[in-house]
T-cell receptor
Framework: DVKVTQSSRYLVKRTGEKVFLECVQD?????MFWYRQDPGLGLRLIYF???????EKGDIPEGYSVSREKKERFSLILESASTNQTSMYLC??????????FGSGTQLSVL | GDSVTQMEGPVTLSEEACLTI???????????LFWYVQYPGEGLQLLLK???ADDKGSNKGFEATYRKETTSFHLEKGSVQVSDSAVYFC????????????WGLGTSLAVNP
């Protein structure tokens, strides 16, 4: 069965720390996405990637960067975590049939 | 640009009640339309989709019809169960949009026994 795996279910970090969120998919998909989900705001796209080493900013890229060195892995980096980055982070990959597969999410708390 | 508007929640229903969650969209061209569902504590998963006008997507007793004339894709179920309690997201994808999905804000559904 298709799988998108996010490395951590819960993370607690301190303000100013550098944070890495990892996402791995086993479906050989080209397109991968990072979203954050906040109550009342729905899903907001942070970054996406349509191929290895290719990335594009989404709607809210400030304070984030990404890395896609291998097709199966798409990492989200918080360069210097801040309290307003406390959120649920969702990774997804897109099949050729336009179906998005999501990971279970990482609930990040920045103290 | 493209956008999706869905009815605000929360929606609270009794078991076996009828459900309609409204979704309308604005898009150029011919987008594909989707409903995703997020059960408590989980990521989102595809519920159903429709790729062209008048297509009906269906799954798990849910249905939605792609209405180009009203730019709508309302989600319906004739008899909801407690296990349908979740957040439902309407979304579209447009070929000219680099395959990014455009999302509604989500509608929370709670079904009481």
């Amino acid at each position: 069965d298709v799988k998108v795996t996010q490395s951590s279910r819960y993370l607690v970090k301190r303000t100013g720390e550098k944070v890495f969120l990892e996402c791995v998919q086993d479906m050989d998909h080209e397109n991968m996405f990072w979203y954050r989900q906040d109550p009342g705001l729905g899903l907001r796209l942070i970054y996406f990637s349509y191929d290895v080493k290719m990335k594009e900013k989404g709607d809210i890229p400030e304070g984030y960067s990404v890395s896609r060195e291998k097709k199966e892995r798409f990492s989200l980096i918080l360069e210097s975590a801040s309290t307003n980055q406390t959120s649920m982070y969702l990774c997804a990959s897109l099949s050729t049939g336009e179906k998005l597969f999501f990971g279970s999410g990482t609930q990040l708390s920045v103290l | 640009g493209d956008s999706v508007t869905q009815m605000e929640g929360p929606v609270t229903l009794s078991e076996e009640a009828c459900l309609t969650i409204n979704c309308t969209y604005t898009a150029t061209g011919y987008p594909s339309l989707f409903w995703y569902v997020q059960y408590p504590g989980e990521g989102l998963q595809l519920l159903l989709k429709a790729t062209k006008a008048d297509d009906k997507g269906s799954n798990k007793g849910f249905e939605a019809t792609y209405r180009k004339e009203t730019t709508s894709f309302h989600l319906e179920k004739g008899s909801v169960q407690v296990s349908d309690s979740a957040v439902y997201f309407c979304a579209l994808i447009n070929a000219g949009n680099n395959r990014k999905l455009i999302w509604g804000l989500g509608t929370s559904l709670a079904v009481n026994p």
